[in-house]
C-alpha cells in the first residue's frame, strides 16, 4: 500500500472509531498516524502527499473536537451522577433517622 492510500485509510479509521465510540481502535489509529509521519518525515513529500497530509490533520482535528466534545459530555453526566449520589445518600441518611 502506497503512502496515500495508507493517509486516506487512516482518515477512515479515524471517522469510523469516533462515530463507532471505539476509544481504543482511536488510539490505534492515532498512532498509526504518528508512525507514518514519523516514517515520512525523512523523505520529500510531493504535492499530493502534501495535500493528503494537509487534509489528514484537517481531519485529525474535526475528530479531536469530537472528542473533546464527547469528554465535556461526559465530565458533566459524572458530574451529575456524583451530586445525585450525594442527595440520595443524605436522603437515605434522613431515613434512617426517622426510623430510630
Known sequence: MDDLQLIRQLGQALTQAVEAQDWPRLQQADRAIARLLHAMAASPLTQEKRQALQALQQHHRQMYRVCETRRTELEEKMR??????????????FSQEEEL
Open 80 to 93: 451529575q451522577h456524583q451530586s445525585q449520589r450525594d442527595g440520595r445518600q443524605a436522603y437515605a441518611l
